[in-house]
């Protein structure tokens, strides 16, 4: 089966050129003329990019597959243009074993696009034991977290970072990652939004940025120490945007993500009491949110992620309290990006491909040049393209976008994968 | 006698009779509506003079004003009620004047929040006991008969009046209930579409305009 | 205007047509038959989600004294807890014809939910810490019917204003109305930002207490204790309390107010109770009477709709 995409754009800064694709690989880029039987994918007023890479995503299977499926979850990733993303563990149950990783990975056969396993930090993310980390990264887990759970224990993180640091060699070569999430419960108890202004006229009890920077500094105090490779998720506070730049200009092995949504909202989205606008960590002012961006600009975030979190539709339809926090992300990432940040194209595949896909240690077919010979994992995206998001239409089983009734300018018009074409004219082929 | 311009509604109005609204944002209407005169049909001097004659046949049918007692309707009655137990009062001089109340009979009315005008509801006042009185209700303009049942069953809630008469400066006809008034000023052959404004200081048939103003 | 939900909403002149309605409704409630028709037909539910027999109590009989049907709905289970959302428990409600739905919850903001998806008008009757709209017109009545202007009048709300609805809304209406208002509480007890809501923030009442034309004490919860908010409810007593020897110092002119129900010896001592300025009963009385005006108006202007 050959494909070619016609008269495309190659790459964020490169000239317009056909893209030759078979066996899963790009095999010519050039004026390439008539193919008998290949098929034909347009490509004008578009971009050939390398396929997107979410470092940060929940695909709820095995345990709450009313909220996401992996076939649901990876069919919106590459709607989205991603062909990679990394799984959090915190399904039911847990993933947390290599028997865990296999059964996933099963799962994941015949998805629309790569489903690489994060496992967790401690068994059943409880942060009490240790998960068997060298037989997770024996079996190729890369990164570890307990997704939405932090260690609250000091001393056992601390047990967790030296260990990391011994599995270099089974991980085959580099470091094992630990991404993990950063927050004081005893500062964000019973909190559902940034502690500020808003938080106070809407009479929501709030998290301060504390609960994330006190932990961060936390970590990487313990990093410095160990010498481990930590990963901040999901930053939210201009704070540790600041202690995170500081800690790689001391030459610490540290990365950090932000979400797409953490770049466009605030606190003040909060004021509707639309629990679609309820996330984990909270969005904050205006102060971080810019701060983020600049933080994405300057490179002291490696990575954006859309921490694709589903939940059944109902349950965005209990009061702002109650309802489980998280939005969905994957279909809207490109557009929001382009539609909402000053972040370019050139930025975004940075961050939302080559980068994370080095992180999660798949970056040997996954944020690869546009060239012949290499693996064809691509997204041909339009920016000009105007449409307006409604989130039951999205592929994902859930709805809750904060997108939902807005125009954003940008998408994805074909995803190929592993030289498949999973997305066709915006249509899923899988 | 007061001659000052009354704004408010034509209580008997059923959509039609009243000056500018005043501008209630919140919860009152959301548009001014101005009362353009087409013809005067009676001037204030008219008035005055139907004023005095309704109180003589007031006195003349309750043998005095030992049990009258006058109520208004809110709120273009209120005025005519006061002018005409100041000619009562003139006529007939009593240690005491005439008992005088007021009666906001929205709360009694069939059409919760269908009148136009403010729906902001006027405080009643009735300082007196209505048991064994004559109680004389005034209006401005009687017209469908609607607030005149309204205020019926208002009074009835303050006491058992020995009656319930009806005094009204115009009546412009097209009853929809089986209501007569007692004393008219001008009875006065309308259409249904007209709309009728009745003061102190004119009668005048014409139409009301309607500002949309910024809503809240 | 379909729904009250917060006071913010109603503005000063919104809150002047409030008043006003009010006052028409006091003395529907002087009549030898305290009950007018003008909500015949209509049907209001309460919908409570958190027990609290006072405001439930007055709405219904607000309710009952403009002929309104009364609908009584009571979920003082999390709506989680029973697998049903709250979209799906007010569409449940709203299925059996209603006309009004009086929402009282432990959550911010779910009135402003519930009426995204309620045809029927919705009255907050208190959400979470976040408004209690008809708790603060009450209030304003109650200030407003002993002749008092709010224009530069000094109120001082005492207590824990972190987690007081009714502390948010009164300091809206008043500061609309242009008085002068100081919220008065430890830190512990004070939310981040405070002065944003519009208020002077102090930790000391007796610096206040000499110009302070009403003093209102908020109810203290003794779950606060529980999570150090603050050390005893002795200590708070003697700090924040309204003792013998504060009332001294307090105007002989002034009003104590407070929304109910008092702990004896917490916010208020037991010898002062008594004390002629305190307007604890008016506010109960009131509480009537404004919500009277509530439920006509939102549902005068929701039936007849804007101007043509």
Request: charged fraction near 20%.
């Amino acid at each position: 089966m050959i494909t070619i995409i016609r008269n495309a754009q190659i790459g964020p800064d490169g000239d317009k050129a056909d893209v030759r694709i078979e066996n899963g690989t790009i095999s010519a880029i050039g004026d390439l003329g008539e193919v008998a039987g290949a098929h034909e994918l347009d490509g004008s007023d578009a971009v050939v990019v390398p396929g997107f890479v979410d470092l940060r995503a929940h695909l709820r299977e095995p345990g709450r597959e009313e909220a996401e499926t992996i076939a649901t979850g990876s069919r919106g990733a590459a709607l989205g243009g991603f062909t990679a993303v990394v799984a959090m563990p915190n399904t039911d149950p847990a993933i947390d074993s290599p028997g865990a990783v296999r059964d996933l990975r099963a799962l994941a056969e015949g998805a629309s696009c790569e489903v690489v396993a994060a496992a967790a930090l401690t068994v059943g993310r409880a942060g009490a034991l240790l998960t068997p980390m060298g037989e997770l990264a024996a079996v190729g887990v890369r990164i570890f977290s307990d997704a939405d759970r932090t260690v609250s224990d000091t001393g056992l993180m601390r047990r967790i970072m030296e260990y990391a640091t011994g599995l270099t060699a089974v991980a085959g070569g580099e470091p094992i990652v630990l991404s993990h999430h950063c927050d004081d419960v005893h500062l964000s108890a019973g909190a559902h939004m940034h502690e500020g202004e808003w938080s106070t006229h809407l009479g929501i009890r709030g998290v301060p940025r504390e609960a994330e920077t006190i932990m961060l500094a936390r970590d990487i105090a313990l990093a410095r120490k160990t010498g481990c490779r930590l990963h901040v998720p999901h930053v939210s506070a201009a704070e540790s945007v600041a202690m995170i730049a500081e800690a790689k200009a001391d030459g610490l092995a540290i990365t950090a993500d932000v979400t797409v949504h953490h770049l466009v909202f605030t606190d003040a989205d909060c004021a509707s009491f639309d629990p679609v606008f309820k996330v984990t960590p909270p969005f904050r002012t205006e102060v971080d949110r810019a701060a983020l961006e600049a933080g994405v600009l300057d490179g002291t975030i490696d990575a954006i992620v859309t921490d694709h979190a589903p939940h059944e539709p109902h349950t965005k339809e209990f009061p702002f309290d109650e309802a489980p926090p998280g939005v969905i992300g994957f279909e809207t990432a490109l557009g929001a990006l382009l539609t909402d940040t000053d972040v370019s194209l050139g930025r975004i595949v940075e961050a939302m491909s080559i980068v994370p896909a080095q992180i999660a240690g798949i970056g040997e077919r996954h944020g690869r040049p546009i060239a012949v010979g290499q693996p064809a994992n691509l997204a041909v995206v339009d920016l000009d393209h105007e449409w307006s998001v409604d989130g039951s239409a999205m592929a994902s089983r859930s709805h809750n976008t904060p997108w939902h009734g807005r125009v954003l300018r940008g998408a994805v018009r074909h995803t190929i994968f592993e030289g498949d074409v999973v997305v066709d004219g915006g249509e899923a082929q899988r | 006698m007061s001659t000052r311009p009354e704004t408010g509604a034509g209580s008997d109005a059923n959509g039609a009779d009243e000056q500018t609204d005043a501008l209630a944002p919140v919860f009152g209407r959301r548009a001014a509506r101005t009362f353009v005169a087409r013809t005067e049909v009676l001037t204030n001097d008219d008035i005055s003079r139907a004023v005095r004659r309704m109180a003589h046949e007031i006195l003349e049918r309750n043998h005095g004003l030992h049990h009258v007692v006058i109520v208004g309707l809110e709120r273009g009655g209120v005025p005519i009620a006061h002018a005409i137990a100041a000619a009562l009062n003139h006529i007939d001089p009593q240690p005491d004047d005439v008992p005088l109340g007021t009666l906001d009979a929205s709360f009694h009315r069939d059409d919760l929040g269908g009148q136009p005008g403010s729906i902001i509801p006027a405080v009643t006042t009735m300082p007196f006991d209505v048991t064994d009185r004559h109680v004389i209700l005034c209006d401005d303009v009687l017209f469908t008969g609607r607030t005149v049942r309204a205020a019926l069953d208002a009074v009835t809630d303050f006491g058992r009046p020995r009656s319930i008469q009806l005094a009204v400066l115009v009546d412009r006809g097209h009853r929809e209930l089986p209501i007569r008034p007692d004393y008219v000023g001008k009875n006065l052959p309308t259409s249904r579409s007209e709309s009728v404004q009745a003061t102190l200081a004119g009668v005048a048939i014409g139409e009301y305009r309607t500002t949309e103003t910024d809503a809240p | 205007m379909k729904d009250l939900l917060t006071i913010d909403q109603l503005g000063a002149s919104g809150i002047d047509e409030i008043m006003q309605a009010a006052d028409a409704m006091a003395e529907v409630c002087a009549r030898p038959v305290p009950k007018v028709p003008a909500l015949k037909g209509r049907t209001v539910a309460s919908m409570f989600f958190e027990d609290s027999t006072r405001t439930r109590t007055s709405f219904e009989t607000a309710a009952r004294r403009l002929s309104a049907d009364v609908l009584n709905f009571s979920a003082s289970s999390s709506s989680v807890n029973k697998g049903e959302s709250l979209r799906d428990t007010v569409e449940t409600i709203e299925a059996m014809g209603v006309d009004a739905i009086v929402v009282r919850h432990r959550s911010s903001g779910a009135p402003q939910q519930i009426a995204r998806w309620a045809k029927a008008s919705v009255i907050n009757g208190g959400d979470g810490w976040h408004a209690h709209p008809t708790q603060s017109l009450l209030d304003v009545y109650t200030i407003r019917e002993e002749g008092r202007r709010f224009d530069g009048l000094n109120i001082a709300i005492v207590g824990d204003i972190s987690h007081s609805r009714v502390a948010r809304s009164n300091v809206a209406a008043y500061r609309a109305l242009g008085a002068n208002v100081t919220v008065v509480a430890p830190p512990t007890l004070l939310p981040p930002h405070v002065e944003t809501l519009g208020a002077s923030v102090s930790h000391d009442l007796d610096a206040v207490l000499a110009d302070t034309d009403v003093l209102y004490l908020l109810r203290m919860q003794r779950e606060r204790m529980d999570q150090a908010l603050v050390p005893s409810l002795g200590e708070y007593h003697r700090a924040f309390g309204l003792t013998l020897d504060r009332a001294r110092t307090l105007p002989a002119s002034s009003l104590i107010m407070h929304p109910g129900p008092m702990n004896r010896g917490v916010e208020i001592s037991p010898e002062v109770i008594d004390d002629p300025r305190v307007r604890v009963l008016n506010q109960v009385t009131n509480g009537v009477i404004v919500r009277m005006a509530v439920l006509y108006l939102v549902l005068s202007s929701a039936a007849g709709g804007s101007a043509p």
